[in-house]
């Protein structure tokens, strides 16, 4: 093969595999956030309205987004439910909000409920100033509340709330593309927030997704577990995932989720270093 049609085969291919990518996430995470399944992305949710531009909703707020999953701790005996929608306003703010129904039978709490309100502002987009390395940056924040008995017994908060800063980079240099992104937290979250809240704490996160193919997407994603008063600390949080672009619009996800040793969760009477086992999570995202 002439070695310039070669290099155009090969560039074209890239921007298949990247234009997959970035209509595929982000995702709505597990509390509606534009990310991946417990982190946020700093892309905001919902594709435009018109390709062309021609809507006169375009640049205005974006198409909605909505998202399922389902978590099962088994050995836990935990099984959660969410679901959730986002969208996002001059291509800047997003907005999203998500329930959550946690069946924790093995805790005292039969069932769960749980609320969340998000907002996304972008400050810095991908690849800004005509560069090809700066990533995209967001700041944004999450309140979050749950109605678990626990709170009365740990002396809990119902209500708390989330502020985090993230930057996200889809890198296309590398053979296939690579997503990358990493941020900061501020939580007073006890269990993702679904036991309740405490004091704040400071913590990290990441995610790394890789492209083999130009439908599928395979990754792994992060959460330091924050120590927010009393002697409680969480568990750090990580996740293997996979991701199939089915079409521009429907994405599947199915993971292997890691939330710490669950038998710690009551050990001595205490909540000393929660973890509610380990367990399968899917997911159905749909971008209208």
């Known amino acids: 093969m002439d070695n310039k049609y070669f290099k155009l085969a090969i560039l074209g291919a890239i921007i298949a595999l990247a234009d997959a990518l970035s209509a595929g996430v982000p ?3 597990l509390q509606g956030t534009g990310g991946i399944a417990f982190n946020p992305l700093a892309y905001t949710a919902g594709l435009p309205w018109d390709a062309e531009g021609t809507n006169t909703l375009d640049g205005i707020v974006s198409k909605p987004q909505i998202g399922t999953w389902y978590v099962n701790l088994n050995d836990a005996r935990i099984n959660w439910w ?12 997003e907005v999203s909000g998500g329930y959550g129904l946690v069946n924790a039978h093995k805790y005292g709490d039969r069932s769960i409920n749980t609320y969340n309100l998000g907002a996304k502002l972008k400050l810095l987009d991908e690849n800004a100033f005509g560069t090809c390395w700066v990533p995209a940056i967001a700041v944004g924040g999450v309140y979050k509340y749950t109605d678990s008995r626990t709170v009365k017994a740990l002396r809990l908060d119902n209500d708390g709330f989330d502020a985090y800063i993230v930057a996200s980079k889809l ?12 941020g900061l937290l501020l939580t007073d979250e006890v269990v993702n927030g679904v036991v309740g809240h405490n004091d704040y704490d400071v913590v990290a996160f990441g995610n790394i997704d890789v492209l083999p193919a130009e439908n599928i997407a395979v990754g ?3 959460k330091q577990g924050a120590r927010v008063g009393d002697g409680i600390r969480n568990h750090d949080y990580w996740d293997a995932h996979v991701a199939w672009f089915v ?6 996800v199915a993971a292997f989720a890691e939330t710490g040793d669950k038998d710690k969760f009551y050990r001595n009477g205490s909540a000393k270093d929660l973890g509610v086992g380990a367990g399968l ?4 995202q749909y971008q209208f």
């Open 171 to 182: 890198i296309t240099q590398t053979p296939v593309p690579v997503l990358l992104s990493a």
């Open 281 to 284: 999570v899917l997911s159905a």
């Open 220 to 222: 792994l994603e992060y």
């Open 82 to 93: 969410a679901t959730s929608a986002a969208l996002t306003f001059a291509d800047r703010l």
């Open 27 to 29: 995702l709505n995470n």
């Open 247 to 252: 079409n521009s619009q429907l994405t599947l």
